[in-house]
């Protein structure tokens, strides 16, 4: 059974610090997605990796993924509190094409004033 | 464009109740999934649909719960008997061709169900 295991679960920080949230599996994947999701609303796509050792970044957000295709790293420099919000990793099934994701439990990050 | 639409975004229902979610795909995409989040928990596959049919219901409860993605209108996730385990906020996604799992996909806002 594949499974994608977030760490950490919950993250507090002061705006202007950097952190990062951890992704891993122990089973490979063809990719992993990053979302956000902030509460009353639906997951929105940050972001895919597709290539082991592929380092994507989207302003001050930088996305990882390891060369064995097993895990994925979310890097945040300097946190402002628009970053609040729940973020979840995703990665698609080895159970044929049928589309089905297996998502993270999530980090929930806080980044105070 | 219009993004994935569901509605109600909040449904309240009471124990013993049927809940009707519905999902209209964006414009041109006949793919439908759908995903639960309870409480402290991720999100979970439920099942995937394609017009009038049913790809994959592998996250689907065996009793209760039933998917529709009719050739006209939404898709319909039905839950019969509701119980208050049910409470969650359930999600759908969709994509224009099979399989877009590989690319990660736009959801809607979702509908929240309050069993009470």
């Known amino acids: 059974t594949q499974l994608l295991e977030q760490s950490p679960q919950f993250l507090s920080i002061q705006e202007g610090e950097n952190l990062t949230v951890y992704c891993n599996s122990s089973?490979?994947?063809?990719?992993l997605q990053w979302y956000r999701q902030e509460p009353g609303e639906g997951p929105v796509l940050l972001v895919t990796v597709v290539t082991g050792g592929e380092v994507k970044k989207l302003k001050r957000l930088t996305f990882q993924f390891g060369d064995a295709r097993k895990d994925s790293s979310l890097h945040i420099t300097a946190a402002q509190p628009g970053d609040t919000g729940l973020y979840l990793c995703a990665g698609p099934t080895d159970s044929g094409n049928t589309g089905k994701l297996i998502f993270g439990q999530g980090t929930t990050l806080q980044v105070k004033p | 464009n219009a993004g994935v639409m569901q509605n109600p975004r909040h449904l309240v229902r009471r124990r013993g109740q049927e809940a009707r979610l519905r999902c209209s795909p964006m414009?041109?995409?006949?793919?439908v999934y759908w995903y639960r989040q309870l409480p402290e928990e991720g999100l979970k596959f439920m099942v995937y649909?394609?017009?009038?049919?049913?790809?994959?219901e592998s996250g689907m409860p065996k009793e209760r719960f039933s998917a529709e993605f009719p050739k006209e209108g939404p898709s319909i996730l039905r839950i019969q008997q509701v119980v208050r385990g049910d409470s969650a906020a359930y999600f759908c996604?969709?994509?224009?061709?099979?399989?877009?799992?590989?690319?990660?996909?736009?959801f809607g806002s979702g509908t929240r169900l309050t069993v009470v």
């Open positions: 414009k041109g995409h006949s793919h």
């Open positions: 089973s490979v994947f063809s990719s």
């Open positions: 996604a969709s994509s224009p061709l099979p399989g877009q799992g590989f690319y990660g996909y736009t």
């Open positions: 649909l394609q017009k009038e049919n049913i790809i994959d």
